[in-house]
């Protein structure tokens, strides 16, 4: 795999509040991009996950105009949780644009606004994309002709919602209770609708984030999205809207994913619209299969996380799953050329 750039910052939201209500809402980024110079940058570590190789804050390549491809984590994670897969594409061009979402990541600490408005995700990604393009080091060299998005579990809500989905909490929690879901939150946060009622009471970031749920957060720079391992807020969607959507929409599952099972999930998807394209990984790759190495490899096989079937191989499921990811990349590309 070629070596790339990588680098990290922070972006502010002046349309939105922090949960604090306090300041603008803050977007911490990461990103992966090709670069000529191998010697330029400086290797990195001391994240969580592991960041492979990869040199900090090396020069651009000088290619003039980049692909682009926006990175939603999964609930609580980070944009390096996905770095295997930004590491891929940005050797094969692209610049790899990750947003940690606010309340919602493991860079700071989890609140639970962050984990209850899952909607905002997508509104991260929109404005991410319009800030770097406009000032700092990715100005004007970002390719607008040519934008995706891919994104795991809850990131994969997101980039739904970014293709035109559209989220009801009546359509959720009708689901929900049909189905025996709890209402309570996701393993990081499981108390986290216990807020909700004081978050109603004393937050006004919240109430406006609450009210405004329903609101269209779709972009029309993304020309076609990723979801990996899609988790249950995608049963948000209305049906309508989701089979409404005409971008290219490929869905990747494993077979053993107990967060978010397929038949709730990525099998649900695919029954509203006969457009998208659904690939399983495996029969045992389960959800957290899809993401990276620890830093510290003591946690591999102990932490719920890093543990895998003893017949699933995580580095060959990652590279199974990035070819597919490129390949459904470079057939946008090809059809929104002719």
Same mark, same amino acid.
């Given at each position: ?78 944009? *390096?949780?996905? /770095? +295997? ?6 050797? %094969? =061009? ?5 947003? $940690? ?28 994309l319009s800030s770097l393009e406009t000032s700092g080091f990715f100005a004007d060299r970002l ?14 809500y997101t980039v739904m919602a970014l293709a035109g989905a559209q989220t009801s909490l009546e *359509?959720?929690? /009708? +689901? ?6 709890? %209402? =309570? ?5 499981? $108390? ?57 929409v490929v869905i990747l599952t494993g077979g053993a994913d107990n967060e978010a099972p397929s ?76």
């Amino acid at each position: 795999m070629a070596v790339c750039g990588y680098r990290s910052g922070v972006i502010k939201d002046a349309s939105r509040s922090n949960w604090h209500n306090n300041s603008e809402r803050p977007i911490a980024w990461s990103a992966w991009y090709p670069i000529e110079d191998l010697e330029s940058g400086e290797q990195t570590s001391g994240q969580f996950f592991e960041l492979g190789d990869v040199k900090l804050d090396a020069a651009l390549t000088t290619r003039k105009r980049l692909p682009v491809v926006l990175l939603s984590h999964g609930t609580g994670g980070t944009a *390096e949780s996905l /770095g +295997w897969l930004a590491r891929a594409l940005a050797g %094969e =061009g692209y610049v790899v644009l990750g947003a $940690n979402h606010h309340g919602n990541t493991g860079l700071e600490p989890y609140l639970a606004e962050g984990f209850l408005c899952w909607w905002e995700r997508a509104t991260d990604l929109s404005v991410m994309l319009s800030s770097l393009e406009t000032s700092g080091f990715f100005a004007d060299r970002l390719d607008f002709d040519q934008v995706s998005a891919v994104g795991f579990s809850l990131g994969g809500y997101t980039v739904m919602a970014l293709a035109g989905a559209q989220t009801s909490l009546e *359509e959720f929690e /009708g +689901w929900r209770s049909a189905n025996g879901i709890s %209402e =309570g939150g996701p393993k990081e946060f499981p $108390n986290a609708a216990d807020s909700i009622s004081t978050l109603t009471e004393t937050s006004d970031a919240f109430r406006r984030s609450w009210a405004e749920h329903g609101r269209d957060r779709s972009d029309n720079r993304i020309k076609s999205v990723v979801a990996i391992a899609p988790a249950l807020p995608i049963r948000s969607f209305t049906p309508q809207s989701v089979a409404e959507i005409e971008l290219p929409v490929v869905i990747l599952t494993g077979g053993a994913d107990n967060e978010a099972p397929s038949e709730h999930c990525g099998d649900w998807l695919v029954s509203q619209n006969a457009r998208f394209q659904r690939h399983d990984l495996g029969k045992q790759v389960g959800h957290y299969t899809f993401l990276d190495f620890p830093s510290d490899k003591s946690l591999v096989g102990k932490a719920h996380i890093f543990s895998d079937h003893d017949s699933v191989d995580r580095n060959q499921v990652h590279e199974q799953a990035a070819e597919i990811v490129m390949q459904s990349l470079a057939a946008s590309e090809s059809k929104g050329s002719d």
